[in-house]
């Protein structure tokens, strides 16, 4: 059976995934805090800086069209390269730091 042009056409895009037929990407991250921090946790309120001069929580940017494709959480422990041997900090909990990273599209 021979299949329409269109039809074939329809297929192969279903092939792609979204991400790839994308018109714009824009990597987002939190501000850096300890994990105690009662705004450490991801939540509506967490305000995110992308590039492209992007800024905003979760509702905004998705208000504004944005779909976020992917979520992390990362470490920041460049603190801890400043310890020198023997040395105690003053605040233990600014040497690891948590903040989330999304990846978001149009």
Request: overall charge neutral; some cysteine.
């Amino acid at each position: 059976m021979k299949m329409s042009k269109p039809l074939a056409l329809l297929l192969m895009l279903g092939m792609f995934s979204t991400t790839a037929l994308a018109n714009e990407a824009h990597v987002c991250r939190s501000a850096a805090l300890p994990q105690s921090h009662k705004e450490s946790g991801l939540s509506d309120t967490t305000s995110f800086t992308c590039g492209g001069g992007l800024t905003g929580t979760v509702p905004t940017l998705a208000q504004e069209g944005w779909q976020i494709t992917n979520l992390l959480q990362q470490a920041d422990t460049s603190a801890l390269s400043a310890i020198k041997p023997g040395q105690i900090p003053s605040n233990p909990e600014d040497l690891a730091k948590t903040y989330w990273v999304l990846l978001i599209q149009k």
